[in-house]
Structures are given as structure tokens and as C-alpha cells.
Antibody, heavy 115, light 107 residues
Framework: EVQLVESGGGLVQPGQSLRLSCAAS????????MNWVRQAPGKGLEWVAN????????YYVDSVKGRFTISRDTANNLLYLQMNNLRVEDTAVYYC????????WGQGTLVTVSS | DIQMTQSPSSLSASVGDRVTITCRASQDIKNYLAWIQQKPGKAPKSLIF???NLQSGVPSKFSGSGSGTHFTLTISSLQPEDFATYYC?????????FGGGTRVEIQ
């Protein structure tokens, strides 16, 4: 079955770090652009970052540049989002999503940043 | 950044109605436009890519049109399972940006 399953969310304090994982099954991450998209409570969708099929290009929304890093482990078909220096405004459900024009979404993992 | 403006922000409709949602881009995005459906408490689901192409498994009651800066999503005959929030997203330039969403409610 083709699916994406995120994990790694949780409650952290401002300034702390968290790493999200996204396990892909039924396809190879090396064949698709992959994205992270987030949704703050009660708000709309916000694109966060993506990575090219071969890993050679990575892009970020300005608000996370220098703090978040997207990466992947092609051997294990895993996508990551390393989030450092977290802020209260990073609180959201984080979705991984496949494709330049997104075709497939995971179920999301909740990140809460609060003191 | 390209701003994506959806209208209306919400609408009330009845089962069987034809519904049209509009999305306008602040710059030309050619046809790099997707439509996404999200039901309360659920993950998003992609409906349309490249402005007018249905994703696999999406029923033909959904259709998309437009290019450049003006796009529409039409639901030909609204069914109970279609009550949701709909987002447009441009993927022609960085950062990728979403519209604010259109909430479709039962009248």
C-alpha cells in the first residue's frame, strides 16, 4: 500500500529541538519531491520545506530557514525534518506529502511548543 | 511571495447543488495549481493537479479550470461527503503558498 506515516511529534519547550520522521511505503523517496506542510490549530495549511528526488535541492519557507533542516534516508525510505530552536508559533500538525504538486499526504504528527 | 486568494471564504449549499470556488494568484503561475480537500480532524486529500487534472481515484464530479492567475474548482452535484474545507496551492515558485481555504457547509 502506498502511504506516508509521520512520527516524532510531542510537547517541547521554546528553544528546544525535535526531529520528525516520515516513513514511506509502496514507493521510493528517490523518485519524488517530498514536502513538509504544517497546520497550526484552527488555521490553514502552510508549506514548510521540500527536497528534490535526488536530494540535490532543498527549499524552505523564510520563517524556518536556519532552524529547520529537511533530509532523507533513502536506504530506509525515511524523510526527516530536524527542527531546532523551536518557537511557540511552530506549534502545528506537521504533514509529510509527496510530489511537487502534492498527490499524497500522511496523517500528520502534532508538535506543541509551550513553556 | 505569491499570494493565493480564495473566494468565498465560506459558503452554505444544499445536497445536489453545483458549487464553484475561485482562487486568484498575485502573479502568473501558469497551471501550477492544486486543489486540496480537508475534512475536520482529518489529513488533507489532493483532488486536482496542474489546474485541471484529477488525482487518481477522485470522482469526476470535481473539476478544475484556469491558468495564469485565475482558477476555479467546481463540484457538479454536492454530496454529504463533500462538506469540507477546500484549499488551492501554487507550486510554480518558492515558497509554495496556499489559499486561505473555503469552508463548504450544509445549508
Amino acid at each position: 500500500e502506498v502511504q506516508l506515516v509521520e512520527s516524532g511529534g510531542g510537547l517541547v519547550q521554546p528553544g528546544q529541538s525535535l526531529r520528525l520522521s516520515c516513513a514511506a511505503s509502496g514507493f521510493s523517496l528517490s523518485s519524488f519531491w517530498m514536502n513538509w506542510v504544517r497546520q497550526a490549530p484552527g488555521k490553514g495549511l502552510e508549506w514548510v520545506a521540500n527536497i528534490k528526488e535526488d536530494g540535490s535541492e532543498k527549499y524552505y519557507v523564510d520563517s524556518v530557514k536556519g532552524r529547520f533542516t529537511i533530509s532523507r534516508d533513502t536506504a530506509n525510505n525515511l524523510l526527516y525534518l530536524q527542527m531546532n530552536n523551536l518557537r511557540v508559533e511552530d506549534t502545528a500538525v506537521y504533514y509529510c506529502a509527496r510530489g511537487s504538486g502534492i498527490a499524497l499526504w500522511g496523517q500528520g504528527t502534532l508538535v506543541t511548543v509551550s513553556s | 511571495d505569491i499570494q493565493m486568494t480564495q473566494s468565498p471564504s465560506s459558503l452554505s449549499a444544499s445536497v445536489g447543488d453545483r458549487v464553484t470556488i475561485t482562487c486568484r494568484a498575485s502573479q502568473d503561475i501558469k497551471n501550477y495549481l492544486a486543489w486540496i480537500q480537508q475534512k475536520p480532524g482529518k489529513a488533507p486529500k489532493s483532488l486536482i493537479f496542474a489546474a485541471s487534472n484529477l488525482q487518481s481515484g477522485v470522482p469526476s464530479k470535481f473539476s478544475g479550470s484556469g491558468s495564469g492567475t485565475h482558477f476555479t474548482l467546481t463540484i457538479s452535484s454536492l454530496q454529504p461527503e463533500d462538506f469540507a474545507t477546500y484549499y488551492c496551492q501554487q507550486y510554480g515558485t518558492y515558497p509554495r503558498t496556499f489559499g486561505g481555504g473555503t469552508r463548504v457547509e450544509i445549508q
